[in-house]
């Protein structure tokens, strides 16, 4: 009896310690996953360049550095021109005169220092596929066609004192979402903004005094303007084309209306003017349209219709929101029949520009009553959204939006001012195991000689996320256009370098790699052609039609990098060592077990039917 109990005894305390080792194995697992064509009224329609002749393409020698001013300098690396030093930058008198001119289709990235007073003449035209500008606070004059046909540009952000801004200086500057006006501004040239088509609200400041002609021409989605300036005429064409134009606020200082100012304006219904320079009646009268005291709402719609020539006609609306650090805007497409009857709705298409963490608070129940009211397609299935968002002066997204989409079918598309773009699915999100951590800056940087040697790379770069980012994201790392089709492989360095994934570059320069975590701890790199990566890289939805319209057979898998345990360990070194340890612990308690009950048996013990053991 007492060999039975002394045996029942060591057995329970061999279970226990089995139970413990594999509780202990999983904890620290456990740990890290919580760790259209112009009439005659205007003189053209071509794009224009500042010697006003035809830009004749020719390839320059690449340079990637030199001065571009008496204290300035300039270098080129990774896809990133950099400025340095201060003062006044050169003029140029076209083009091909900038030394930067033989790169100016792989400049990705621009920076601008502290300390820079002006920007040249010319000095950025036609920089295709830069994303983001940021003009520094000590900036006070932009040139004449400094940024004009940067038509990638979707952020522009001004400093503070920039008191000029040059003649077409951001014109056919398509696809800029928002532009912000400093209070500093004295002047504005003539076609500044000309063709901007993606912005959608504009407030002139009140210690402007100079505005050109067809400043805001053809900026066909532009839906309100607020001109606080203290002119006393609306320059000539000003808003010339900019059919869904709905609200306009003019200053009390207005005595006249420039020639053709709001011709083709065809959604201008709300025209507000406190002043009493002119009778409100001949205001009317040479606008055409309603003309009342007051200011507007924050919101404001504006809209086209759009005849298909086939029997269907297409109202195109635009709805836009603004707030003090942020704009929201959704267009919409409703087909109806010539007699009326409906076709179809379209999703809208949604644009978010916030400035600053305020701006947060003033869109998330935008856009969430947005969700709410084009969430549900005509049949009444669940309708898929997607959703823009361009963030100046934070890099952070904020907690409550990435609650608020959680689980909804919603694609949310996020570009940062440093160029950095994330892609966020809702339906890829659990709202148990958010973190809170949202960053979404890196820095690229040209890997060295040695480093591609060790990858096993053509070329290689080094890329440091400057916070940590714990969410389900397609993170798109932008390494340039002339890198399209080849492959891109991710790699961490922890112990030891180890492949994260790898991915097909898109043709705008984009390698896409799906990331469950990331970390400021962590060095990546980036790798160019490594062997065998063709057989596994991730081909992005906007080339899967090149690939024979593909589909993705399987889910993608997010991949969680740069965690570590609370020994300094990565995730996979700790894995691997805990993987040990439980099996040598297993067959050690399964051995014992094993000569103890065989013991038992030379004892004369004899197993019963009933033993619990």
């Known amino acids: 009896m007492l060999n039975i109990l002394k045996t029942e005894y060591v057995s329970r305390v061999l279970a226990v310690l089995l139970s413990a080792t594999l509780c202990f194995g999983f904890s620290p697992f456990v740990f890290a996953m919580e760790g259209e064509t112009e009439t005659e009224i205007i003189e053209d329609d071509t794009t224009e360049n500042p010697t006003e002749e035809p830009i004749i393409e020719e390839e320059k020698p690449k340079v990637t550095n030199g001065t571009c001013g008496t204290n300035l300098s300039w270098e080129f690396s990774a896809g990133t021109l950099t400025i340095s030093g201060s003062g006044e930058m050169n003029n140029y008198s076209d083009e091909k005169s900038v030394p930067w001119y033989g790169i100016r289709n792989e400049i990705l990235k621009l920076s601008l220092p502290e300390g820079l007073t002006s920007v040249g003449k010319a000095a950025f035209y036609g920089c295709k596929n830069i994303v983001s500008v940021k003009i520094p ?169 759009l005849d298909n020539g086939d029997g269907t006609v297409t109202a195109e609306n635009t709805t836009v929101t603004e707030g003090e650090d942020s704009t929201v805007s959704a267009t919409t497409e409703i087909t109806v029949t010539t007699e009326g009857e409906f076709v179809e709705s379209s999703e809208p298409e949604v644009s978010v520009s916030i400035s600053g963490e305020k701006g947060w608070e003033e ?115 932008r390494i340039g256009g002339s890198y399209a089709r080849r492959n891109a492989t991710l790699f961490q360095d922890g112990k030891e370098v180890s492949k994260v994934q790898s991915a097909v570059v898109d043709n705008e320069g984009y390698a896409h790699f799906y990331l469950g975590s990331v970390t400021e701890k962590t060095e990546y790199y980036i790798g160019m052609d490594i062997a065998g990566a063709s057989e596994e890289a991730i081909v992005p939805q906007n ?11 399987e889910p993608i898998r997010y991949e969680i990098t740069g965690r570590t345990s609370s020994w300094g360990m990565g995730l996979g070194q700790v894995m691997s060592i805990l993987a040990v340890v439980m099996v040598s612990v297993i067959v050690v308690v399964g051995a014992v077990m094993f000569f103890w009950n065989r013991q038992r048996l030379k004892n004369g013990y004899v197993p019963q039917m009933d033993d619990d053991e």
């Open 137 to 305: 606070n000590s900036v006070t004059k932009i040139g004449d066609y400094a940024f004009s046909n940067c038509r990638g540009m979707t952020m522009l952000g001004f400093g503070s004192r920039v008191e000029t801004i040059g003649d077409s200086a951001f014109s056919d500057c398509y696809s800029i979402s928002s532009i912000r006006l400093p209070d500093s501004l004295r002047k504005i040239g003539k076609k500044a903004f000309y063709r901007c088509e993606s912005i959608t609200t504009i407030t002139v400041p009140a210690n402007v005094t100079e505005i050109g002609m067809k400043t805001f021409a053809y900026c066909k989605n532009l839906v309100s303007a607020n001109i606080q300036a203290k002119i006393t005429v609306v320059p000539e064409l000003m808003f010339y084309e900019c059919k869904k134009l709905s609200s306009i606020t003019l200053p009390d200082t207005i005595e006249d209306v420039g020639e053709h100012s709001f011709r083709n304006c065809d959604s201008l219904a709300a025209v507000y003017y406190n002043g009493e320079s002119v009778p409100i009646d001949e205001l009317e009268e040479e606008i055409g349209a309603p003309v009342s005291e007051g200011s507007p709402s924050g919101e404001n719609t504006g809209g086209v219709i």
């Open 363 to 477: 869109s998330v129940g935008v856009v969430e009553d947005i969700i709410r009211e084009h969430g549900t397609a005509d049949d009444g299935s669940e309708r898929h959204i997607d959703i823009e968002i361009f963030l100046q002066g934070t890099e952070t997204v904020d907690v409550g939006f990435i609650e608020m989409i959680a689980g909804k079918d919603v694609t949310v598309t996020i570009t940062t001012e440093n160029g950095s773009v994330w892609v966020i699915n809702g339906k890829d999100i659990n709202v148990e195991e958010l973190s809170g951590n949202y960053s979404f800056a890196y820095v690229l940087e040209a890997g060295s000689a040695e480093l591609c040697e060790k990858l096993g790379a053509s070329s290689c770069f080094v890329l440091r996320f400057l916070a940590p980012a714990e969410i389900n994201a397609e993170v798109m790392i």
């Open 543 to 553: 080339m899967l039609a090149e690939y024979g319209n593909m589909e993705y057979i």
